[in-house]
């Protein structure tokens, strides 16, 4: 089955504590992105990737990290996470970026 | 600035009723068009999508959007709400920033069903 893995589902963990968020296609797609989503803000850009190695910022980039050595596989990396991190977070894959494939969701929360 | 609008907040319909949820979409170019739907607790899923061609694109689920360039809309309708439809239902436009095609959602229309 087609499809975009995101682990954990749920996390709640503490100020500074570093953690990473992975997110997997099995579609083989070039483009992949991740997206918070918060309440009256909507949906908005974190990070995006055009292919291995190449990765660039969106429009929330503040605090993340993220890394592409391979096709398959984006990991959203917090080194220091804040309580503002505290969002729902998405991974989405794409071939050409137009018709985006959503993972299930990452449900941050951060004290 | 590119932005997409969604202009109602929430909805009600009672089941069995015909349903029409309204998006408005601000881009210079010709637009790649959008919607998703989100369930409780789920991620999204892509509803249906325009691109070019036929201005009335059918999607999954028995919902169909037209798109209207000379009124920057693309709405979602859907002739009879079932219960299973109650969600949050967003449209995006898929715009191009160099190399970057990403998506500008509107802020969503969350539907609730009547029974």
């Known amino acids: 089955e087609a499809q975009v893995t995101q682990n954990p589902r749920y996390l709640i963990t503490v100020t500074g504590k570093k953690l990473t968020v992975t997110c997997s296609q099995n579609?083989?797609?070039?483009?992949m992105s991740w997206y918070r989503q918060d309440p009256g803000l909507g949906l908005r850009q974190i990070y995006y990737?055009?292919?291995?190695?190449?990765?660039d910022k969106g429009d929330v980039p503040e605090g993340y990290k993220v890394s592409r050595k391979e096709k398959r596989n984006f990991p959203l990396i917090l080194e220091s996470p804040s309580p503002n991190q505290t969002s729902l977070y998405f991974c989405a894959s794409s071939t050409t970026g137009n018709e985006q494939f959503f993972g299930p969701g990452t449900r941050l929360t951060v004290l | 600035a590119q932005s997409v609008t969604q202009p109602d907040i929430h909805i009600t319909v009672s089941e069995g009723a015909s349903l029409e949820l309204r998006c408005n979409y601000s881009y210079g170019a010709t637009p790649y068009l959008f919607w998703y739907v989100q369930s409780p607790g789920q991620g999204l899923q892509l509803l249906l999508k325009?691109?070019?061609?036929d201005t009335l694109v059918q999607g999954i689920k028995g919902f169909e959007a037209e798109f209207k360039r000379s009124q920057s809309s693309f709405n979602l309708r859907k002739p009879s709400v079932h219960w299973s439809d109650a969600a949050e239902y967003f449209c995006?436009?898929?715009?191009?920033?160099?190399?970057?095609?990403?998506?500008?959602w509107g802020l969503g229309t969350s539907l609730a069903v009547n029974p």
């Open positions: 995006a436009v898929g715009a191009r920033y160099g190399n970057n095609r990403k998506l500008i």
């Open positions: 325009y691109f070019s061609g």
């Open positions: 990737s055009m292919n291995v190695e190449v990765t």
């Open positions: 579609m083989n797609h070039e483009y």
